[in-house]
C-alpha cells in the first residue's frame, strides 16, 4: 500500500539540531549482537527511497522478502514533501520519516532490514542504517554502491571475496564481491548484526545481481510510488 505520511514529533529542521541527534542516537548503536543467523527462516527488508526534486517530494518503499526463496512476502510505500534540506552526511534526516511510515505499513515484522546507504561506514559513524536500527530496534545493515570517502584494497576477483573499508586504521566495513568481475559493494553494520553476518547476509541476498535483491525490488517501488505520488 501507499500512504502519505506525518513528521516524526519535534524532527529535527536546521544541521545543528540534525547533528545533535546523531550525537545524542549513536551511543545507543548495539554492535555486539551477531544478529539473525544467516541461511535460517527470516523475512528479510529492503528499504530505498527516490526523489523528484521538482515537486519537492520523497518516495519510500519497504519490500519484505523470504530470506529462503527471495519471494516477496509484503511490500508498502509512503510519499511525502521532503523534510530536510540536502547537507552531506546528514541525508537520514531527509529519508527515515518515509522510510519509518513505510516499514510501519508492512503486513509483516521483518528480522532484517537492508539499507541502500551506510551505517557504520559514515564520517559520524551512523549512517541511515544505523540511525533507522536505532529507532525502530530492528538489525539493520547498510550495503552501498560506492565506498563514500574511505579507502579499501579492491577484493578478491570471486564471489564473497572481500577487503576491509578503512578509516585511518579502523575497519568500518568490508569491500564485498557478490558477483564475480563485477565491482563490489559496500557493508556496514547498522544495528543489532556482526560484519561478518552483515557480508553472509548480503551474499545470500545477492545470488545473481551485484545488488541484494531487497535492494532491487525496493528500488523499483520507489521509482513507482514516485511517479504516482502527489
Known amino acids: 500500500m ?23 542516537l549513536r551511543g545507543r548503536v548495539v554492535l555486539d549482537e551477531m544478529g539473525p543467523p544467516p541461511g535460517g527462516p527470516l ?13 519537492d517530494l520523497v518516495a519510500a518503499a519497504a519490500v519484505a522478502l523470504d530470506a529462503l526463496t527471495l519471494e516477496v512476502v509484503g511490500e508498502a510505500t509512503a510519499t511525502g514533501r521532503v523534510s530536510f534540506p540536502y547537507v552531506p552526511g546528514l541525508l537520514a534526516f531527509r529519508e527515515i520519516p518515509a ?14 532490514v537492508v539499507c541502500d546507504g551506510y551505517g557504520l561506514a559514515h564520517p559520524r559513524r551512523f549512517g541511515l542504517a ?14 552501498a554502491k560506492n565506498p563514500f570517502t574511505f579507502r579499501h584494497e ?24 557478490t558477483q564475480q568481475g563485477v565491482k563490489p559493494v559496500f557493508v556496514s553494520v547498522g544495528h543489532r548484526v556482526s560484519l561478518d553476518h552483515a557480508c553472509a547476509h548480503t551474499l545470500r541476498l545477492s545470488p545473481r545481481y551485484r545488488i541484494p535483491e531487497t535492494t532491487r525490488a525496493a ?9 504516482a505520488g502527489g
Not at 158 to 170: C, I, K, Q, V, Y
Open 99 to 112: 522510510v519509518l511510515a513505510a516499514l510501519d505499513h508492512l503486513p509483516v515484522t521483518p528480522g532484517l
Open 2 to 24: 501507499s500512504d502519505a505520511y506525518d513528521l516524526p514529533p519535534d524532527w529535527p529542521t536546521t544541521e545543528t539540531e540534525a547533528r545533535a541527534v546523531q550525537d545524542e
Open 219 to 227: 528500488d523499483s517501488l520507489c521509482r513507482r510510488a514516485l511517479l
Open 43 to 55: 523475512v528479510v527488508a529492503g528499504v530505498d527511497v527516490a526523489y523528484d526534486d521538482g515537486r
Open 130 to 143: 544505523s540511525h533507522l536500527g536505532v529507532l525502530t530496534g530492528l538489525p539493520t545493515i547498510g550495503v
Open 154 to 177: 579492491p577484493p578478491g576477483p570471486h564471489r564473497g571475496d572481500a577487503s576491509p573499508l578503512l578509516d585511518g586504521e579502523e575497519e568500518v566495513g568490508r569491500a564485498l564481491r
